[in-house]
């Protein structure tokens, strides 16, 4: 997105942040402040944090400590949306529709797809490399099953 290009953490964390209070306070979002929300809704488990105050820009939370960083996981609802949108890449949003189909509900679908975005982009940092948007694909689409 275009929006967060160039952006440091802190910049990106007060984003999140910005867009909550200002829905907590009944104020007018900006059209991706409403996309921040509508992830934020389905995360009661980060809403405290947001709203907490500065404190959390610059906490760290490491798989180590058997924690889950709640603003990559919220970005990843983004990209997957966002990847969903575009059909980038091509077929990614039929391997949506099925797990649609499969899935309890389109928040378990998202997190199907973000789960495999993640591992791509795991991979990709440990090899060095830029994420491989077909690899994306297919894990999404093994997860998904076979087409109907």
């Not at 409403?34 to 934020?40: G, T």
Request: glycine share 8%; aromatic share 6%.
């Amino acid at each position: 997105m275009p929006f967060f290009a160039g952006q440091d953490r802190d910049s990106l964390r007060r984003a999140w942040r910005e867009a909550w209070r200002k829905h907590a306070a009944g104020l007018p979002l900006e059209p991706l402040e409403a996309q921040l929300v509508d992830v934020i809704l389905l995360h009661p488990e980060y809403q405290d944090m947001l709203a907490e105050g500065p404190q959390s820009l610059g906490r760290d939370w490491t798989p180590e400590g058997g924690q889950s960083n709640p603003y990559l996981h919220m970005g990843l609802h983004l990209a997957v949306r966002d990847s969903v949108a575009t059909n980038r890449p091509s077929g990614i949003r039929a391997t949506h529709e099925r797990l649609l189909a499969s899935c309890g509900s389109p928040h378990e679908a998202e997190h199907v797809l973000l789960e495999c975005l993640g591992e791509v982009l795991w991979e990709a940092q440990r090899a060095g490399r830029p994420p491989d948007e077909n690899a994306f694909l297919e894990k999404c689409r093994n997860r998904a099953g076979p087409a109907r």
